[in-house]
C-alpha cells in the first residue's frame, strides 16, 4: 500500500492551507503520535480522515467553509498530548478535537474536553473507561478493546487452545485489554496460564521469557503498541516460544505488518473495521483511495475515513457558523448514522459507536486475511 510520509503530508497541508485563504475555515484540532512507537498507524489512519476531508473540501466543504485539520506530533507521550490539547484548544481555537491515539493519552486529554466543553471525535482507542461511565465530551467511533480481546480468546478456546498466556503494556489499556481476554477464557471456563506486562516507555521482554517458558502457551495475546508488539513477538520467537500470536487491532495498519517483517506470518490481528466490498464504507474509501493512487487501504486506513464522516455528518447538523456548544449539540442528537453498512446511534446517554469486531491473520505476504 502506498502511503505518505508524515513530514511530507504536513508540509502539504501548509501548502494547501496558504493556497485557500480567501476560504473561511472550520478548524478542528488532532495531537496524535506522528512519531514514535505507533507512527506507522498513526500515518495510515491520518491518511483516511485526509481522502474523505479532502472530498468533502473539494465539494465546497461544509456550508461554504473548508474543514482544516490541525494536527500536533505528540510523539505518543502522555503528558505532551495533554499538553497539545491545550494548545490547539486554548490558543488555536479549534471547535472540537479529533482522532486521539493511547488510553491514558485520551484519558487525559478529556480533563481539557471538560475544561472547555470540546468534543472529541472517533478516539483511536476502544479503552472500556471512555465508554463507561459515559465521557460526556468524547464520541467513540470504534468498537471497544474489551470486544476485541473476549471475541479473541473465544475464538483460540473454539480450536482447542487451553493454555493461554496474556502479556499486557502496564497502562490503562493494558488493564482493559487484560479484563477483555479474562471474560472471554472464563467464558470458556479457562483461566490464562500466565499473565505478564512491560513498560510502556522502555519495554524489556527479557524478563518475560522464562514465565512464558514454563507454561509452554499453546497461544500468547500481546496488549501493546506498534514496536513494542513487533519486539515482543521476535523476541519470544527467537527463544523458541511456539504457538499461536495474538494482538489487537491498535496494531492493524500495513505498516505494522512491515514492522514485523517474516516474524509476521501467521500472527493473529482483531478488526474493528470490514474488509469487504459488500459493505459500502469500505467502497467508498477504496475508491477515493485509488483516485490519490493508493492500491489498497489498510484497516487503520479505513478507521481514519469512518471517523472523520462522523465528524462531517456531526458539522452539517451543528447550523451555520458552528461552536463548540452546537457541534457538541449535534453529535449528540445525531442519533442512527448509516456509514456504509456500518451503524452507531448517538444520544446524551449513549457516546459508544460501532460494534464491529472480527479476527484477521496475517499471511505469508504480508497481508491481513479475514
Known amino acids: 500500500m502506498r502511503t505518505l510520509r508524515p513530514r511530507r503530508w504536513l508540509l502539504g497541508l501548509g501548502l494547501a492551507a496558504a493556497l485557500v485563504p480567501a476560504l473561511a475555515q472550520i478548524r478542528i484540532g488532532q495531537t496524535v503520535g506522528i ?13 483516511g480522515a485526509r481522502l474523505y476531508l479532502d472530498q468533502v ?13 490541525i494536527t500536533l506530533d505528540d510523539a505518543f507521550d502522555v503528558k505532551k498530548a495533554e ?13 472540537a ?17 471538560e475544561q472547555h466543553h470540546v468534543a472529541l471525535v472517533g478516539p483511536s482507542t476502544g479503552a472500556m473507561v471512555l465508554h463507561q461511565p459515559l465521557k460526556r465530551y468524547i464520541f467513540n467511533v470504534r468498537a471497544t478493546y474489551q470486544r476485541e ?19 499486557h503494556v502496564d ?43 514454563a507454561t509452554e502457551p499453546q497461544a500468547s495475546l500481546l496488549i501493546g503498541s506498534g514496536t513494542a508488539v513487533v519486539d515482543g513477538v521476535r523476541t519470544f520467537r527467537a527463544a523458541g516460544i511456539g504457538g499461536q500470536y495474538v494482538t489487537l487491532s491498535n496494531n492493524a495498519s500495513a505498516g505494522f505488518i512491515k514492522l514485523l517483517g517474516d516474524a509476521g506470518h501467521g500472527v493473529v490481528v482483531s478488526q474493528v473495521m470490514p474488509a469487504s466490498q459488500g459493505y459500502a464504507l469500505v467502497k467508498e474509501a477504496t475508491q477515493l483511495a485509488k483516485a490519490q493512487g493508493v492500491d489498497e487501504i489498510s484497516p487503520a486506513v479505513l478507521e481514519g475515513f469512518a471517523s472523520a464522516k ?61
Open 35 to 47: 512519531t514514535g512507537i505507533v507512527a506507522a498507524t498513526v500515518q495510515e489512519s491520518m491518511l
Open 57 to 69: 473540501n473539494a465539494k465546497g466543504g461544509i456550508g461554504g467553509e473548508r474543514i482544516e485539520l
Open 83 to 95: 499538553a497539545n490539547a491545550r494548545t490547539l484548544v486554548e490558543e488555536r481555537g479549534v471547535l
Open 97 to 113: 478535537l479529533f482522532m486521539s491515539r493511547g488510553t491514558p493519552h485520551t484519558e487525559a486529554i478529556n480533563a481539557v474536553l
Open 149 to 167: 480481546a473476549e471475541r479473541a480468546m473465544a475464538h483460540l478456546a473454539s480450536l482447542g487452545m487451553q493454555r493461554v498466556a496474556i502479556v
Open 171 to 213: 497502562d490503562s489499556f493494558g488493564a482493559d485489554g487484560l479484563e477483555g481476554a479474562r471474560k472471554g477464557l472464563r467464558q470458556a471456563k479457562l483461566e490464562p496460564v500466565a499473565v505478564a506486562k512491560f513498560d510502556r516507555s522502555k519495554p524489556d521482554f527479557a524478563p518475560v521469557v522464562a514465565a512464558l517458558k
Open 310 to 370: 462522523v465528524l462531517v455528518e456531526a458539522l452539517r447538523h451543528a447550523g451555520p457558523k458552528p461552536t463548540r456548544a452546537s457541534v457538541h449539540s449535534a453529535l449528540e442528537n445525531l442519533g442512527r448514522v448509516d456509514l456504509g453498512g456500518l451503524v452507531l446511534d448517538y444520544s446524551s446517554a449513549d457516546h459508544t459507536g460501532l460494534d464491529f469486531s472480527d479476527l484477521s491473520i496475517i499471511t505469508a505476504h504480508g497481508k491481513f486475511r479475514r
